[in-house]
């Protein structure tokens, strides 16, 4: 997935917002939202409150999570535990990026809160980085569970395609090396193979 | 047609998703996005083609043609008229960037994905009927280049083409995120992987396509 | 006879990446296709040779001139995928009709494959009951209007709802983004996005 496709699928996540104008329900595919009453707050996809916000129709209500003591609280957690946390939103950063783009004012502590907030990837990143490596080391050191296995439970989409190009890519190169490597060993057991140089398949 | 008329048919009432089916299986708009998104991803995470989701495409497509046509009748000052074509314009990309990825794997591996497909048995294919037309056709026209501007210049039997095939790599690895306990499966190292619920892992795609198939987890 | 003209094939095709599309290089693609012909018919001759003397210090030659020749065709064959899937994505980004100057680099099979590819999609496209295109929505949609600077003096450009706008060069408009996105793709507008 591409970066702006990533951010298209968080924009479908629900946010709080107040609008400033009346208007009925309006029956989405996605599902029905509004009414929308003057001053009342509620809740509708990001995706159409970054619009509104834009023509000025409404304020953008922060999610209960972008607070700065639950936000300090969770980079603790983060620090902490081995695992990675849940964090209180699947699409945790996408949403963040989007609130800091277009709902900056609306955040008490904005400052604050984008430097947690920067804490907390970054310490996940980090967890990422020695996951990943775990997935390359023979001796596999044992987790703090018991399992030798590195989990990627509770990661979020975002960060999920920060490791993408380069795990699964790597892995598969792995993979392919240690087949070379037994096509070989199998090679020199049978007396001739003369075409395998030329196998055209896709690895 | 008046303004409550527009959406009624579209959210108050439940589409059939089968027709054929003696119960009837009834499926919301919203639910029907819900398993349109989850395809679209599966398929852009998946290395082989996936089967193809004709119902689920068919119905919303037909859901975008019935509010277009409604939306013709909102004058284009109202709110609703706006909303509902942001809310079209999305749902249109997710179907053209499902159909164009799979179209995508059809070129890439096109050999490779007519043999599979004329293996598989009846009620396992993969492809609709236009794709693997299209899959055929584009087959050709490739080969009937090469026989044009090379092959037929040359020596018979030099070119084998069983040695061209390209096929994707089934055993590359994908993130799963487990939406139904599958209990455990035996990964390459040998080592046990408990798949409960919502948790996260990077395995071969071989290893989960057949839980993938029945929707017991997704791709991310 | 050493190979030179099936890698000099591919070699300069690579190179000239900064273009859509480099001219077709029939002499070298001749040359190669000669080369390969000339050491299967050397290889012919050195069979019947050998069947008549059994003299194995025929072998080395023959062995060569075959993973030549395979070489070579496999050069040849990538040579000339690797411009179909140049055509292809000249298809995507700048539609079903080649201007001219595109038209100059190709051959008249490619010409006649590109047409055919163009038709495949319009096939697959019409199974669907209302035609539905998959060539647009290119991009995750953001807002049902850009704002977009004009690249060249392009002229009058109607929009569906009837209004129209003069599209000059240097010239700054908010467009429906579905409206305009085929000529984003062709130059003529730019997206400007901050």
């Given amino acids: 997935m591409e970066p702006d496709e990533l951010e298209f699928i968080g924009e479908k996540e629900m946010i709080g917002i107040i609008p400033n104008f009346n208007f009925d329900l309006i029956h989405l595919i996605s599902g029905t939202i509004g009414p929308f009453r003057a001053g009342l707050p509620m809740h509708i996809p990001i995706w159409l409150a970054m619009h509104l916000k834009r023509q000025q129709k409404c304020r953008i ?23 990675f946390v849940k964090m209180p939103d699947s699409n945790f950063m996408i949403v963040s990026k989007l609130i800091f783009a277009y709902a900056a004012e609306e955040v008490a502590d904005i400052e604050e809160i984008k430097t947690i907030i920067k804490d907390i990837f970054d310490t996940r990143q980090a967890k990422l980085r020695t996951a990943m490596d775990g997935f390359f080391v023979e001796e596999k050191t044992t987790q703090f569970d018991g399992s030798t296995q590195v989990s990627f439970t509770n990661l979020t989409t975002f960060e999920i395609h920060s490791a993408r190009p380069f795990l699964p890519y790597a892995l598969d190169l792995v993979a392919r090396l240690e087949r070379v490597c037994q096509q070989q060993q199998s090679n020199l057991n049978e007396t001739h193979n003369s075409s395998s140089h030329f196998s055209s398949s896709y690895y | 047609m008046s303004d409550e008329n527009i959406e009624n048919n579209l959210n108050e009432s439940e589409i059939n998703l089968d027709e054929e089916d003696e119960d009837d299986e009834l499926i919301t708009p919203q639910e029907l996005l819900e398993k349109i998104e989850i395809a679209w991803i599966n398929e852009k995470s998946a290395p082989d083609i996936l089967e193809y989701q004709g119902e689920l495409v068919d119905l919303m497509m037909g859901q975008i043609v019935h509010m277009e046509e409604n939306l ?34 059809l070129e890439d591996f096109t050999q490779y994905m007519i043999e599979e497909e004329k293996k598989r048995p009846l009620n396992k294919k993969r492809l609709s009927e236009a ?34 095939i390209i096929r994707p790599n089934v055993m590359g690895h994908v993130f799963v995120k487990v939406l139904k306990p599958c209990g455990t499966i035996v990964n390459t190292k040998d080592e046990e992987v408990d798949l409960s619920e919502n948790s996260i892992h990077l395995l071969p795609y071989q290893l989960i396509a057949e839980l993938l198939n029945k929707g017991d987890i997704c791709l991310i | 006879m050493s190979g030179q003209r099936a890698f000099n094939l591919l070699k300069t095709h690579q190179q000239s ?95 006649q494959w590109f047409n055919n590819y163009s038709r495949l999609l319009t096939n697959y496209m019409m199974s669907f009951p209302n035609g539905f295109n998959i060539m647009t929505d290119m991009k995750p949609p953001k807002s049902l209007f850009i704002e977009v600077k004009c690249l060249c003096d392009y002229g009058k450009f109607e929009l569906e709802n009837g209004e129209s706008v003069a599209l000059q060069k240097n010239s700054i408009h908010f467009l429906p983004r579905t409206e305009c996105e085929h000529l984003i793709r062709q130059g003529i507008l730019e997206h400007i996005t901050n």
């Fill in chain 1, 61 to 83: 209500v922060p999610p209960n999570w972008m607070e700065k003591d639950l936000l300090e609280d969770l980079k603790e957690e983060e620090k902490r535990t081995a695992n």
């Fill in chain 3, 17 to 111: 990446s900064d273009r859509l599309i480099d001219n077709f290089n029939a002499e070298d693609l001749r040359a190669v296709i000669e080369e390969i012909k000339v050491a299967f018919s050397e290889n012919h001759q050195d069979a019947l040779k050998f069947q008549e003397t059994r003299d194995k210090s025929l072998f080395p030659m023959i062995g060569y001139r075959h993973a030549l020749l395979q070489r070579n065709l496999r050069c040849t064959l990538a040579y000339l995928y690797s411009r179909l899937m140049k055509l292809k994505d000249i298809r995507w980004k700048l539609g079903p009709v080649i201007n001219a100057d595109i038209k100059e680099s190709l051959t008249e099979a490619e010409i």
């Fill in chain 2, 131 to 164: 794709e693997l037309k299209f899959a055929e056709d584009y087959h050709e026209s490739i080969e009937t280049h090469f026989h044009q501007l090379a092959l037929q210049h040359l020596p018979p039997q030099q070119d084998d083409i069983s040695k061209r």
């Fill in chain 2, 72 to 105: 013709q009748s909102i004058p284009s000052n109202d709110l609703r008229k706006t909303v509902h074509k942001m809310e079209l314009e999305r749902i249109k990309y997710i179907i053209a960037s499902y159909l164009r990825c799979r179209l995508q794997k």
